[in-house]
């Protein structure tokens, strides 16, 4: 018959033996994570006229993530709700070809002027940053990130740009501070 402290015993060896195991998965997990493509991730460069960045915008360029691995054709409405809030629709074609729609909603972090956002797809919690890095002054582009360096999308408002100002956009990723070579280019239709 075991005892308490036999059973005890065993229970801090099954610990100490899965210890090694655990950590190993989390690293494993940890190296699924995209790697940081800008560790100094600046702030953002000039304000933001929420009126002109609301609106569609077509996916340039970004940092392949889980979320959005295969996917072509993609968009993001932007809509401003009564309470100030904004709605977001992101939209892509998969690799099947099947339309993906995710919903979400924004707010505006004060103090931020206007270049900064908490976004969240789970509601009604607020899980992740949205920064307006830079942006044209007509707001016919811009570079969104957010403060870890892991994310980056490179925005249009027109589905597709040519190969100089495609360079030109990827170059101002760059100066400010981003890798450019783990940019996906996206395909529009």
Request: with cysteine; hydrophobic share 40%; proline share 5%.
């Given at each position: 018959?075991a005892t308490?402290?036999?059973?005890?015993?065993?229970l801090?060896?099954a610990?100490?033996?899965?210890?090694p195991?655990?950590?190993?998965?989390?690293?494993?997990?940890?190296?699924?994570r995209?790697?940081?493509?800008n560790?100094?991730?600046?702030?953002p460069?000039?304000?933001?006229s929420?009126q002109?960045?609301?609106?569609?915008?077509?996916?340039?360029?970004?940092?392949d993530?889980?979320?959005?691995r295969?996917?072509?054709?993609?968009?993001?409405?932007?809509?401003?709700?009564?309470?100030?809030?904004?709605d977001?629709?992101?939209?892509?074609?998969?690799?099947?070809?099947?339309?993906?729609?995710?919903r979400?909603?924004?707010?505006?972090?004060?103090?931020?002027?206007?270049a900064?956002f908490?976004?969240?797809?789970?509601?009604?919690?607020?899980?992740?940053?949205?920064?307006?890095?830079?942006?044209?002054?007509?707001?016919s582009?811009?570079i969104?990130?957010?403060g870890?360096?892991?994310?980056?999308?490179?925005?249009?408002?027109?589905p597709?740009?040519?190969?100089m100002?495609?360079?030109?956009?990827?170059?101002?990723?760059?100066?400010?501070?981003y890798?450019?070579?783990?940019?996906v280019?996206?395909?529009?239709?």
């Amino acid at each position: 018959m075991a005892t308490s402290k036999d059973a005890s015993s065993t229970l801090l060896r099954a610990a100490a033996l899965s210890l090694p195991v655990a950590v190993i998965a989390g690293g494993a997990m940890l190296a699924r994570r995209h790697k940081v493509g800008n560790p100094l991730v600046p702030e953002p460069l000039r304000s933001v006229s929420l009126q002109d960045y609301l609106g569609r915008w077509y996916e340039v360029a970004r940092y392949d993530q889980s979320f959005e691995r295969g996917c072509e054709a993609v968009t993001a409405d932007y809509s401003l709700r009564a309470d100030g809030k904004i709605d977001i629709v992101n939209a892509c074609r998969d690799a099947n070809g099947k339309m993906r729609i995710s919903r979400g909603t924004a707010k505006l972090v004060p103090g931020s002027g206007g270049a900064k956002f908490k976004v969240s797809f789970f509601r009604p919690l607020y899980l992740g940053n949205y920064w307006v890095l830079d942006h044209a002054q007509d707001y016919s582009w811009s570079i969104v990130g957010e403060g870890t360096g892991r994310y980056l999308w490179i925005l249009s408002r027109s589905p597709e740009l040519g190969e100089m100002d495609l360079r030109i956009l990827i170059n101002r990723a760059t100066a400010l501070g981003y890798d450019s070579a783990p940019l996906v280019i996206t395909k529009q239709p």
